[in-house]
């Protein structure tokens, strides 16, 4: 058996196992922004939010996963929905079964979009599967988690910030010559990066960035630029992070992206694949990227399913570039990648997502 599907085996397995037993007793409110169905708060005219929004095939599929596994799964399309119907106390009307809460993402854009919904549920006495507010804004804020991941060493790219008040933090901007890549500050699913978000540093830097901070209308984040291979790791709180295995992102069947990006284009239409980067890489540069995954996850607090993205040099030394709460769950994603190589599906993982936070709120017994 590969050691990936004896991972599999030993730290999912049982979870699927204890989840047949929670549908009896445990019913879902899930706040699934959907795109058609989720109308944006909020929006940027450049690029809309709503490219980070579930289609409807992968609410479908999401929601549909659950339902087999046996759950009682009260959608909801917007945060609004679903605070309303907390609000008037219609989830006091909805049985016996223990509600816990899961939110997908979130329709309005900027910072503290992402706990919204952890915050409300924490003010109402209920309990939420994934993050907790703190760390769902704290990842969102790629500035600050990059500081605080840099306390590990050198395992994320030198940053910079560029406030549109009062310019950049501290008088520092990257050096000329500098190959840097600009993203905005609080998005997510590559919002407001092109293939030029990479730049070599000179003194147009400022006013263009200025011009972007204004049109997103929030702070922008420019980070040393690592040319070399994506990967992505699929992570399993238990509450401890375990990596599952390491996935390669390939565009155009280009494994090795060196200068290319996954830009909002590419992420938008889903025009990017996977490959199996522990089969391909070194042993030893694939435990490393785990470990570090693993050592990330622990100090920023994630919980139940979650994943570490990162760019590797062609030296072999990787460095964090993002950091997931709530990763995509449905069949194109890493995820789903990683559990097919395993022996598992797609459609487990929703159940698993499930599984794991009922245990850690005490809503079954850890396997």
């Not at 095939?57 to 945060?79: I, M, N």
């Not at 907390?86 to 900027?110: C, D, M, N, Y």
Request: charged share 20%.
């Amino acid at each position: 058996m590969h050691r990936r599907q004896s991972r599999w085996e030993c730290l999912v397995r049982p979870h699927l196992k204890e989840a047949r037993d929670l549908a009896t007793h445990i019913q879902l409110a899930v706040v699934c922004n959907t795109r058609g169905r989720t109308e944006p708060q909020s929006n940027y005219e450049r690029q809309s939010i709503d490219s980070r929004f579930y289609s409807p095939s992968e609410t479908e599929f999401f929601l549909g996963s659950l339902r087999t596994a046996g759950f009682l799964v009260h959608p909801f399309f917007d945060e609004r929905e679903f605070i309303q119907w907390v609000s008037k106390g219609q989830h006091l009307e909805v049985g016996p079964r223990k509600l816990l809460v899961i939110s997908t993402g979130a329709s309005f854009p900027g910072v503290g979009s992402k706990s919204l919904i952890p915050a409300f549920c924490r003010l109402h006495g209920l309990e939420i599967i994934g993050p907790d507010p703190h760390t769902a804004s704290l990842a969102r804020h790629k500035y600050h988690s990059n500081l605080i991941l840099r306390t590990l060493g050198d395992i994320a790219p030198q940053s910079w910030c560029y406030n549109p008040s009062y310019g950049w933090l501290r008088n520092l901007r990257p050096p000329d010559g500098q190959r840097v890549i600009i993203k905005l500050l609080h998005e997510a699913a590559s919002l407001g990066i092109d293939q030029q978000s990479i730049t070599a540093v000179d003194a147009t830097l400022t006013k263009r960035v200025k011009e972007i901070a204004r049109d997103f209308r929030q702070s922008v984040m420019v980070q040393e630029f690592v040319s070399g291979d994506e990967v992505e790791v699929p992570l399993l709180c238990t509450p401890r992070p375990h990596a599952l295995t390491s996935v390669g992102i390939s565009i155009k069947d280009l494994l090795h992206l060196d200068e290319q990006i996954l830009t909002h284009t590419l992420s938008q239409t889903e025009a990017y694949g996977f490959w199996d980067f522990e089969s391909n890489a070194t042993a030893k540069l694939h435990m490393l990227v785990c470990q570090l995954a693993e050592d990330c996850a622990e100090l920023i607090g994630l919980r139940d399913l979650a994943r570490i993205d990162f760019r590797i040099d062609k030296s072999g030394r990787p460095k964090v570039i993002d950091v997931s709460t709530s990763p995509y769950l449905n069949p194109h994603s890493s995820f789903a990648f990683a559990a097919k190589l395993a022996g598992g599906s797609a459609a487990e993982l929703p159940v698993l997502l499930v599984a794991l936070g009922a245990a850690r709120l005490g809503c079954a017994r850890a396997p």
